[in-house]
């Protein structure tokens, strides 16, 4: 099955994005750990974009989300116009300093590291491309 949601760059649209995702895994059958952690890493990954991949670029601002489910997995493809930036070769957090002494960010990254099988990175044609995959088992 597949699903394709537009939104806005505004922070609200990811009460509407929730909504989204958890329709689009009933309807899939997509339940439990699988159904959670997409939510999670969705609702980060647009966080992200809008607070930091639109930071002092004119409008317009284009945000899209495209689910593939099939038997074994879940893929999520997050698109933007915004400022390029490769997630998945960002350094992880360090966590091991005292919270005080840490750089501000990078703590999302890991989380949708953690919480996915596979993340990857492309710009095209002047968008990204941000692609996660989780197993269903």
């Not at 009460?15 to 980060?44: I, M, N, P, Q, Y």
């Not at 966590?95 to 993340?119: A, F, K, N, S, W």
Request: include cysteine; glycine fraction near 6%; hydrophobic fraction near 45%.
């Amino acid at each position: 099955m597949d699903y394709r949601v537009s939104l806005a760059a505004d922070i609200a649209e990811i009460s509407r994005l929730l909504d989204w995702v958890e329709t689009c895994c009933g309807e899939a059958g997509v339940t439990g750990d699988a159904a959670f952690k997409l939510a999670l890493v969705l609702e980060e990954a647009v966080a992200n974009v809008i607070h930091h991949a639109f930071a002092d670029m004119p409008p317009p601002y284009r945000i899209a989300v495209e689910l593939a489910i099939d038997a074994d997995r879940v893929c999520a493809l997050v698109i933007d116009n915004g400022r390029a930036f490769d997630p998945s070769i960002a350094p992880d957090a360090n966590t091991d300093l005292p919270l005080e002494q840490r750089d501000p960010g990078g703590l999302g990254i890991r989380l949708i590291r953690r919480m996915m099988d596979r993340v990857a990175y492309h710009r095209v044609a002047g968008e990204n491309r941000l692609r996660m995959e989780k197993m269903r088992t």
